[in-house]
C-alpha cells in the first residue's frame, strides 16, 4: 500500500484513519483502500488508540506499507488525527474512519476534487444496505432549531425541507457547498489545512468534525459535498462500544462548546433551549402517531441529558 505504481503526475494524498477497538471493520477499511487506490503517489497511516483487541498487531502483520502509531491510551480522535497529519506532506489529507470501506474511484474522486477546487471535499456516505448515511449539516441556529422543534418544518414542501435544515431532509444527490460535514470521509488540501490548522484537540470525541469546518469555512476554505465519491460507513463502531447515555451526554457537551465559543452564552442557551423542546415535543407526539420507540428514544435522550454526572472519560 502506497506509491509503487502510481503516476506521479496525480495528486499525492495521505490517508489517515484513527482505531479503537475495531479490528475487523479496520480490516475491512484497509483492504478496500487495497482494492481501489488512488492513482497517485499515496501513503496510508493508522493511529490505534490504546486498542485491546489486537488491532495495531493485526496492522503490523497484514499491512506492513502502512504507517503504524501505536498509542499507549486511549488519545481521541483529533488529537491522534493530527498524530498522523504532522507526519505528512502530501497535497491532499484524508480523514477516513475505521469502520468505512472506499467504493471503487472515491479516493481519486476527493483528491482530484480537494486539489483542483483547493477546497476541503466531502464524499457520500452510505450505510451497509446502500441506503443514504445523512452527512451534511448545517452549523446550529436558533430560528431553524425552532421551526423543528415545534414541526413546523413539517408544513414545508420537502425540497424546501432540504434546503432549510439539511441533514435528513436532504437527498445528497447534488454537488454544493455546504456549512459542515461528518468527519468520517473528508478530503482537506494542503493549503486549507495550513490556513486553518491542525484538527481542535479540545473536542476529544464528538464535535471536533463541526468545529474544524468552522474554522476552515472562516480561514476561506469551505466544504464542497461530491456524491459521486461514496463509502460505507458503518458508523459508531468505536463510539458503539460506549453506553448510550454516554453518547448522548458526549455529544452534547461537544456542541455546547461549540456554541458557547461561537455564538456567545445567551445565544447558546436559547439555541440549547429550543433542541430539548423539540426532544419534549417529540417525546409525547410520536407516540401518538403510532411511533413509540421513536418517542421513548427521545425519553433517553432527555434522561441521559438531565443526569447528574461528573466528566466522564474516553
Do not use: K
Not at 499525492?12 to 481501489?36: D, K, M
Not at 488512488?38 to 504507517?67: C, K, L, Q
Amino acid at each position: 500500500m502506497g506509491d509503487v505504481g502510481r503516476n506521479p503526475r496525480s495528486p499525492s494524498a495521505a490517508v489517515v484513519i484513527v482505531n479503537w477497538n475495531t479490528r475487523e471493520f479496520l480490516r475491512a477499511c484497509l483492504r478496500s483502500v487495497e482494492s481501489y487506490p488512488p492513482s497517485g503517489p499515496y501513503r496510508v497511516f493508522v493511529v490505534d488508540n490504546a486498542s485491546a483487541d489486537g488491532s495495531a498487531d493485526m496492522v503490523a502483520e497484514e499491512f506492513p506499507t502502512t504507517t503504524l502509531i501505536r498509542n499507549q491510551a486511549n488519545l481521541g480522535f483529533a488529537r491522534a488525527c493530527n498524530q498522523a497529519i504532522e507526519h505528512t506532506s502530501e497535497d491532499v489529507v484524508i480523514l477516513l474512519n475505521s469502520d468505512a470501506e472506499v467504493l471503487e474511484g472515491a479516493l481519486d474522486a476527493v483528491i482530484d476534487a480537494a486539489a483542483r477546487w483547493c477546497r476541503p471535499v466531502a464524499g457520500r456516505l452510505l450505510n451497509p444496505d446502500g441506503t443514504l448515511q445523512p452527512s451534511c449539516f448545517r452549523f446550529p441556529g436558533l430560528g431553524r432549531d425552532l421551526i423543528e422543534a415545534v414541526y413546523l418544518h413539517r408544513l414545508l414542501p420537502r425540497s424546501w425541507r432540504g434546503r432549510l435544515l439539511w441533514g435528513g431532509y436532504w437527498d445528497h444527490d447534488s454537488e454544493c457547498t455546504v456549512e459542515w460535514a461528518i468527519g468520517a470521509f473528508l478530503a482537506v488540501p494542503r493549503r486549507a489545512l495550513d490556513a486553518a490548522g491542525l484538527l481542535p484537540e479540545e473536542y476529544e470525541l464528538f464535535g471536533e468534525d463541526m468545529e474544524w469546518c468552522w474554522r476552515l469555512r472562516e480561514a476561506g476554505f469551505p466544504v464542497r459535498f461530491l456524491p459521486s465519491a461514496e463509502v460505507v460507513h458503518h458508523g459508531n463502531r468505536s463510539a458503539g462500544l460506549r453506553e448510550p447515555a454516554w453518547r448522548v451526554r458526549r455529544t452534547h457537551a461537544a456542541q455546547d462548546r461549540f456554541l458557547e465559543a461561537h455564538y456567545g452564552r445567551v445565544h447558546a442557551d436559547a439555541i440549547r433551549a429550543a433542541q430539548r423542546l423539540g426532544y419534549r415535543v417529540r417525546r409525547r407526539l410520536l407516540p401518538l402517531i403510532g411511533r413509540g420507540d421513536d418517542g421513548r428514544r427521545y425519553d433517553q435522550i432527555l434522561s441521559a441529558l438531565e443526569a447528574d454526572t461528573d466528566e466522564e472519560p474516553l
